[in-house]
């Protein structure tokens, strides 16, 4: 006889599908430049420590009798280069996918598989933007952060090794204190692109073809017109700083300048400026820009057909 708890209605019908969860694991399943492109600059980046490595005793004597800014400069010049680097890879990187993401998708046809499943447009529209604005930026600060820790240890073991005390990389670089300024600026970045990123996939739902000319040309256009049509540059400055102004309002380099004139070291946490990234302006008219960006994408990717 069977009993209430072994009913058919007692059994759940089914597990939940968690579709936005394996939309995100399918990106990264079909898109692993996402990591393998980092990866490979880190690998760069390391092999030309290596390389410094042989000067790196050299390196350190020569500077002892310097003052602490110049200090810093060389001994942070080359965990400096590592994460530039990586970082500018991960942009390209989600550049290039916002770029494709929903346009590869309607060239190649999938798009009729993809929408016979229950996935909504929404939902499959959200996972494409969680890789450039959640899923590289951690890849990027993963690899950055062991980079700096192998090349810390990497070069520690070569100063003891000459007798050299390595506790002047460790100074000039605290891996811990690091991480957290690597962390917040790639959170400040991140939310200061995120328009860029929503409107490359917007293009990439519309055009056909050429998605990086269609994404690019009618920016310039804007400027170009405003310029010649009003003599102003409203246009083009709203743009490049849309590309770098997160900078001036994330970190305080005005302080650190003044310091540095001074002959004193500016700590790197007391050059973050959290509160007046977020009271920016243009963050949140951004964010804004993005989630209409989005929402056309969305509506797009709903009724465009496969090219």
Known sequence: MTTASESPAATPLSKPTRPYYWSVRREMWEYRSAYIAPLITAGVVLFGYLIRLAHLPKVVSSIASRTPIEQFAEISKPTGVAAIGIVIAGLVISVFYSLGALNNERRDRSILFWKSLPVSDLTTVLSKATVPLVIVPCIVFALVFATHLV?????????????????????????????????????????????????????????????????????????????????????????????????????????????????????????????????????????????????????????????
């Open 151 to 307: 090349m810390l240890i990497t070069g520690s073991a070569v100063l003891l090794a000459h007798g050299t005390s390595a506790s002047i990389l460790w100074a000039y670089w605290p891996p811990l204190k690091m991480a957290l300024v690597l962390l917040y600026g790639l959170v400040t970045l991140t939310l200061w692109w995120a328009p860029i990123y929503a409107w490359l996939l917007l293009v990439s739902a519309w055009t056909k073809r050429m998605t990086f000319l269609w994404a690019v040309l009618p920016v310039l256009g804007v400027g170009l017109i405003e310029k010649i049509g009003l003599d102003t540059s409203y246009f083009s400055q709203m743009i490049s700083d849309r590309l770098t102004g997160f900078m001036g309002k994330a970190f305080d380099f005005e302080n650190a300048a003044k310091s540095a004139a001074k002959g004193q070291l500016t700590d790197q946490i007391a050059m973050l400026t959290p509160m007046r990234f977020v009271e920016a302006p243009g963050l949140w008219l951004g964010l804004v820009a993005a989630a209409v960006f989005l929402a056309g994408a969305v509506w797009l990717r709903r009724n465009r057909e496969p090219i």
